[in-house]
């Protein structure tokens, strides 16, 4: 059997005030071109489909046109919704579309039904656990000790009684511990999110989805498959890819990539304003591309965001690398600000109200009280 493991694709999203849906219609249509190729027997979606709950008008128009091409290929669809969907929205009339083929995880209620999909080999389970948070599990298991990630997701997979002798493949959007994050993902303080690998024992392969680097965490079969499109500066040096699974007989698995290619890449330059902006310097260069700028002026220059995409439309983010920034001083009307964790920015609080730092079990505290937060944060 063989399956494409695809995740994240956070239709919608914007990318610095820029609108991604150009480059993502582009590289679904490259996914499709490589569904015809491959002729896959499923199609494996793990989580964050869209990049909000309420998703706009067009990531639906986008991410609708693509299921009915899937379907007209006779591709079968897995997909479960992530941390940044509505699993109520995403799985809208999930029974009467499981009829074309398309399997949609339901809300997570304690129980995870697996799709069969049969080969000559026999039966693969298909499992599909959406994004949950322990106080989910917790509400529906009150008699079971679930304090963590790796519990909640423990607990959820305990009652799913997975047939261990057949083939079984699990799809689910976690942060698994070991994973390599960037910044374009939501980060709970104090990795208190984190899930251990040891859960999913019982699966042959373990579809991921939440991190956007491609990876594998432990073994070769748990696998982040990573997003399809470059989504912060800091996977400039990521290579994008869809995964390619192929399962024989029990214990047989084959893994691979296809490589995918963004209609804009996405680099960074450096230099003064009078370099980045002398003819002989651009003339030739990506100028399409998606460009982070580091100027190397020691004054700032007036009205440079605007000046600059005079030459490079698709500036997203500008710093400045000089004297003064690397002396740690502020300079008047920055373009970017570091991004802090809440409780680096609860830290930074009280440092400056106390004139000294927290002691650990002041941050133990404020870390619970934060993680609480996020649970109920539904």
């Not at 999909?117 to 509400?139: K, Q, S, T, W």
């Not at 698709?314 to 802090?340: C, F, P, S, W």
């Amino acid at each position: 059997m063989k399956c494409i493991h695809l995740s994240d694709l956070h239709l919608g999203k914007r990318l610095n005030g820029f609108s991604m849906i150009g480059d993502q219609r582009h590289i679904l249509q490259q996914i499709l071109q490589i569904v015809e190729e491959e002729r896959p027997d499923a199609v494996l979606i793990a989580g964050d489909v869209y990049d909000r709950p309420i998703p706009s008008v067009e990531a639906m128009g986008l991410f609708d046109d693509f299921l009915k091409r899937l379907v007209r290929a006779q591709v079968q669809v897995f997909i479960i919704s992530g941390n940044h969907d509505s699993p109520e929205r995403l799985a809208f009339a999930a029974e009467l579309i499981a009829y074309s083929g398309i399997h949609i995880a339901p809300v997570y209620d304690g129980t995870v039904r697996p799709v069969s999909v049969e080969d000559a080999y026999g039966p693969v389970n298909i499992y599909m656990l959406p994004f949950i948070r322990p106080a989910h599990v917790r509400a529906i298991f009150p008699e079971e000790e679930i304090g963590s990630y790796t519990d909640a997701v423990r607990t959820a997979v305990a009652h799913m009684e997975v047939r261990e002798t057949q083939r079984n493949i699990l799809l689910t959007h976690q942060f698994v511990t070991g994973a390599v994050r960037t910044e374009s993902e939501e980060i709970v303080v104090g990795g208190a999110d984190n899930v251990d690998a040891s859960v999913f024992e019982a699966f042959d392969y373990v579809a991921l989805g939440h991190i956007h680097g491609p990876q594998h965490v432990g073994r070769e079969s748990i696998r982040y498959c990573g997003t399809p499109l470059k989504y912060s500066f800091s996977e400039m040096r990521h290579r994008k890819s869809v995964t390619v699974l192929e399962l024989g007989k029990k214990g047989t698995l084959g893994i691979r990539t296809r490589e995918l290619t963004p209609l804009h890449e996405m680099r960074e330059i450096k230099g003064t304003y009078a370099e980045l902006t002398a003819k002989e310097n651009y003339e030739g260069t990506a100028v399409e591309d998606h460009l982070r700028v580091i100027l190397t002026d020691e004054e700032d220059v007036l009205d440079v965001v605007s000046k600059l995409r005079v030459i490079y439309p698709h500036l997203m983010e500008l710093r400045y690398d000089n004297r003064r920034t690397r002396e740690g001083q502020e300079i008047a009307g920055g373009e970017t600000v570091k991004e802090k964790t809440p409780l680096e920015l609860v830290r930074d609080f009280y440092r400056l109200q106390n004139d000294r730092d927290m002691n650990e079990e002041q941050e133990a505290f404020v870390a619970g009280a934060i993680e609480k937060i996020w649970e109920e944060d539904i």
